[in-house]
C-alpha cells in the first residue's frame, strides 16, 4: 500500500486544520451576527405582549393549564405521540421567549 512521505502527510494536516480554523472562524461571525439579531429582534417586542403571550397561549385551557399537564407526561414518560411533543412545544414558545427577553433586557439594560 502507497504511503504517503512525511512531508506530504504533514502538509495535508497542516491544510487540514487551516481549513478547520477559517470554517470555524467564519461560523462563529455567523452565530454572532444572528444572536445580535435575535436580541435586536427580541427587545422590539413589547413586555405587554409577551405577557399575554403567557397568559393565554402559554395556559389555554386554563382549567389545569395544558402545559402542566404536559409537563407531568414528560416527567411520568407518556409523552410519546408526535402532536404531544408539538403541543408542548407550541405551549412553551411564550414561556421561553419571557425567559429570552428577561435575560435580554437583564444584560443590556
Known amino acids: 500500500m502507497y ?14 486544520f487551516d481549513n478547520f480554523i477559517l470554517l470555524w472562524s467564519n461560523h462563529k ?4 451576527r444572528e444572536t445580535i439579531y435575535m436580541e435586536q429582534l427580541i427587545s422590539k417586542i413589547s413586555w405587554t405582549v ?4 403567557c397568559l393565554t397561549l402559554g395556559l389555554a385551557p386554563f382549567n389545569p393549564p395544558h402545559i402542566v399537564e404536559k409537563l ?4 411520568k414518560g407518556h409523552l410519546v405521540r408526535p402532536i404531544d411533543w408539538f403541543d ?3 405551549h412553551m414558545i411564550p414561556w421561553i421567549l419571557l425567559v ?6 437583564l444584560t443590556h439594560g
Open 72 to 75: 407531568q407526561m414528560l416527567l
Open 29 to 32: 461571525e455567523f452565530l454572532v
Open 3 to 16: 504511503q504517503r512521505p512525511a512531508v506530504i502527510q504533514k502538509l495535508h494536516l497542516d491544510l487540514a
Open 100 to 105: 429570552l427577553k428577561a435575560i435580554a433586557s
Open 50 to 53: 409577551v405577557v399575554m403571550l
Open 88 to 90: 408542548l412545544f407550541f
